[in-house]
């Protein structure tokens, strides 16, 4: 079989140029230029899937985004798999595989055939709902049958090997569609200075000028094509994006565009390149030139492969010189369907007859009809079609003027084509992306854009101007009218001269009658990809659903991949007249983004692997890697968790960690800690307005951990801030919360309280920090620095500008482990130096890098809570047994004061942060826990609170928590128990959470 | 504790030459200069790293007459308008916000403008030694717009962001500062934490394009 | 997506460079222990929620980190001004004038 279809000369293929492909397993020959679509025509292919619900044979329909039933599976290799293509939107390559979705074992022998040939009483609409919800435990095994027997593609189980590319972009006015509308639309705000994007879907631009045999100021449409892409290619504020599907219009004209770059060259992008690119585009004003798709009438059997748009018919044979059967039935309500019989006969196929809906058409159309000697039956309609896997012939009878009735006898008549149009309809989706409703227009019997506060034209079919003449004005008007808003001036774009056909008015009709009522009548499709019929949507409105939102739901008419492009408006037309209702009444469904379907690759561009989320590392990071640590993410940052020795488990680390830091010195990197700069002569003022403590007498060179509240009272980060300078200090927050409270210092100084005089600026990154902590850490610092760090010149919680391994540093002496500690910060570019220096100088002390686990069990022996971890948004100071940390003297209302104070904060019974000690002292509790008074109460037992803290110290030979527990400051002594999920309950006594040294005497020498 | 005994704490913060610590930029790890390609002329994007140069952040009132003491001082206008920059020498000034201005100089002449500043300007205004946090990439090429499309949301638009421009702005899931400093030629200053994630991208967006390292 | 020019960049800069804060002029009250709980639990969690002009904080925060106020229309999402913190609205709705 070679390309029976194909004709000998005519197109836009260069049959210089053959390509093989494989579709469904055969090996098949197209030319460059073709679509899949009209390769697998050329071929004489009529069935390329299986409906999603009848199981029924079908063919190509159409010849663009429009097309419900050429969805294809693409993909030479297991990597490169792609579902639901559309097959006339493939441009065809030379290696391309193919295969249906649709149809499981084949589209030719399927299984669930059977289903379509008893027919609707087996699957009416609702369905699915009806059947397979109930009992809902069983939908899982329906789901797997229904899927994998209609076949919506499917994913690759390997990687995708291909970039995806994402950009940026910005104009004065982006054009949608490159036809004639929308070239002259780009070519006028061109020449008037503006930057234009041109994006069309298609291969190349020209839209329907590319299939039409019009002439432009009497040459071939395609050289007023090609002239004006020319200019428009030369000028370098122009973009032109073919191949590129505007799929998004959201709010303040920002866009989006599908770019497929390479999908017309092979399966897989040739390296470097990407086979796909986002395009987010950011337009003053945005031109929609998007054309218009047609109507399909809604008959009997309009399915059966063989029956077609009749403007494909006419794009297969222009365009790709594909002529798609032998014998043509053409059906129209109007004039614009003649063309494809004419282009049909030119081909040198036989055109059966022209079935000509309305009673007694004249005009040009009809007379050069007659001159050609088709036989054109008028007051007509086609309203049967035979065939299983082919149309084989037609019924066609007369109906009555209004078209509600068959008036007459029926003929058949041989034929394997049917072609059809019912009138066409604006493509308007990207119009209603942000919430303007579509306008019935009596006039062109179609919805047209609606009003919107968007800088948003439309020009062309898109509008309802089906001239090309007419559409070229209507771009050329849209584009000076956008210019001057623009504030630049217009330059003028002559349109060029066409023959002006007149029209004779076309007939209102969708829904063609039968002679048997349509519940009874062969199925008359109206959406092909979802199976819906005429009858399943009178049936919904029998049922009572009278909205269009909730006939499409119940029918799922438009909730295909091709979101019901061919069969939304006829569905409407006929639930309109269901409902004795006008279509304007009835109303149209909403559009919704994207108006094709978006590959996930395209969605994600780069933001994948190591790109996914950015990695934040400080100045010791290389250090840490190289010396095997385990990381923890903590936000965006890759902190040590632990750094585990050959052979240890993570518990064997994390004691040697903890014993070793206790027993002489370990180093943490604390250089995550956010860290805020404020200075100012109301700097202190304000720390007393934020934290909950004093700050009026801290004194040049001491430090002093506070505790910030939100006006709700709960404590939400806290941290040590240094008191560098009278009218200087430096803040530290929680890792996680460091942005978070540097936004709020500003959303405070610059909203509530400006006339203070502070300024806030972060300096995480600016330094570099490293904790050593142990009572051997003063031995070791004492070796990098000539400052006298003894305890009498350099006490707890003072801070110090010194020189440690030659680095100028400050040098704090806070501590969160509880032991003796020097947290030495140098600013980052020495950060590695001053750390490899310690070690150098620590060996002796058995110095140990420890990470975030061990830093934890540290501090949980000591009671020091981890804002976010021991609080959660519903604990103020006091329930954190933390009264110390708050002033009730201090002159201003603190921020959180108020909030502490109100009933439910001050009320009995609050749950309380607690030390939770087990009866069997290895039992480590697991975090999360929830806590109960009486393990032996009915379910649901009361819950008292949950373990917020939970580890293994190896230190103290115990297990030790920390926990909210009810009233648990007043229950010192008391048990709380804890059920678990698998059936134990472990015990537990409440006690200070302080576990080791509750004096302070290690931490405060 | 010499210097912190007025209202505001300013230190020295670079070694002495005779301490013999060398410094090490965010992008250290990566081993730029072993990478070094002077020879790809075809690059469509070429990347340098401009490490360990000192920045600082000023804020200060833009009606304030310290603007004018602050201008005396570095021996260049402020830029007062939004989104502009100036540069004299190796002194870059970068508006960042109508009271914030970011000034990259030499790391060893940081100091003496700290000290300087705080002789000098008697009044409301902070002075703030970032060096540590910042590195700058400078980024050049025909194609250099093109990659920075990918990656930030900003309009690079020649009639948009002239030379001299400078925006505060989303790069990639990062942030950047950055000034055009060239018809092709662009800056960044980005923090030091996300340095490496920056370097990441840039390498993946100039992939098709090519891409080359200077010193 | 919005596109929200800033009045101190003085340009419209994209979404993804903002944080809307919610409600604007919410004023912190001077005296907060003169309010019952009930006035308080008001100025904490009460927010108005209307279909049409509403006044909004945002923060641009990948810019120049300064907080201003936008009049936004909830149902077209139009931004009909944007002005600093400290100063009024002059789009307000009907309802709202005083
Ligand atoms: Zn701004």
Redesign the interface.
Known sequence: MSQKNRLQSGGRINRDQPMSFVYNGKNLQGFEGDTLASALLANGIDVVGRSFKYSRPRGIMAAGAEEPNAIMQLGSTEATQVPNVRATQQELFDGLVSGAVNGWPSVDTDLMSYVGKVGGKIMPPGFYYKTFMFPQNMWETYEKFIRKAAGLGRTSYETDPD?Y??????CDVLVVGAGPAGLAAALTAARSGA?VILADEQSEFGGSLLSSKETLDGAPADAWVSSTVDELGANKDVVLLPRSTVNGY?????LTIHERCTDHIADKAPT???RQRLH?V?AKWVVLATGAHERPLVFGNNDVPGCMVANAVSTYINRYGVVPGNELVLMTTNDGGYQAAFDWHEAGRKVIAIVDTRQSPKGACVAKAMDLGINVITGSAVIDVAGAKRVTGVSVAPISADGDMVTGSVTKLGADTVASSGGWSPVIHLAGH??SRPVWNEEILGFLAGPT?EKRLTAGAANGEYTTAGAIAQGIEAAKTAIDALGKSAVDVVVPATEAIAQYPAMTLFHVPHVKRTALAPKQFVDYQNDVTAAGIELSCREGFESIEHVKRYTAMGFGTDQGKLGNINGMAITAKALGKTIPETGTTMFRPNYTPVTFGAIVG??RG??F???????M??WHVANGAKFEDVGQ?KRPWYFPKAGETMQQSLDRECLATRESVGILDAS?LGKI?I???DAREFLGRVYTNAWAKLA??RCRYGLMCG??GMVFDDGVTAC?????FIMTTTTGGAARVY?WL??YH???W?EL?V?F?T??????TMTISGPNSRKLIAELTDYDVSAENFGYMDW??M?V????A?VFRISFTGEMSFEIN????????VWEKLFEAGEKYNLTPYGTETMHILRAEKGFIIAGQDTDGSVHPYDLGMGWAVSQQKPF?FIG???M???DCVRENRKQLVGLKTTDPNVVLPEGAQGVFDPKAPIPMPMVGHVTSSYWSANLGHSIAMGLVKGGLDRMGEKVYYPLADGRVIEAEICSPVFLDPAGERQNV | MSETNSAVAIMNQVPGSDADVRGESPLHHVGLADITDQSNGDAGVVFSEAGLLGHLTLRCEPSSPLIAVAQTILGIALPLTPLTSVEQGDLVVRWIAPDEWLISLPNDQVFDLETRFRAEMNGHHSLVNGSGGMTVYKLRGRHVVDMLKKSTPVDLHDSEFPVGKVVSTVFAKSGAVIRRTGESEFELVVRRSFADYIWLWIQDASQEYGLAVAS | MFHIYCPHCCEHREEEEFHVKGQAHIARPVDPEALSDEEWGNYLYFRKNPRGLHHELWVHNAGCRKFFNVTRDTVTYEIKEVYKVGEQPSVVSPADKV
């Open positions: 970039l590319d994402k950009v940026n972009q910005h930057r959201h709010d303040h004209n920002f470097g390149k990407a987010r950011r942000c919430g506060v780069r933001d190591e790109l989320d950015p990695e934040r590392f400080t100045a990071h290389s940052w995550t700069d200075q100012g002569k040049v060179g006006e709700d560098l300078g009278d009218n200087h936004e500003e959303l610059q909203t509530e400006p005089e300024y600026n300096v995480t990154d600016h330094w570099a110090r500008e020189t391994a030659g680095v100028p400050r140098v600013q980052a570019n020495f950060g590695l130096h209302s004061k108020r909030g104070a109100r009933e």
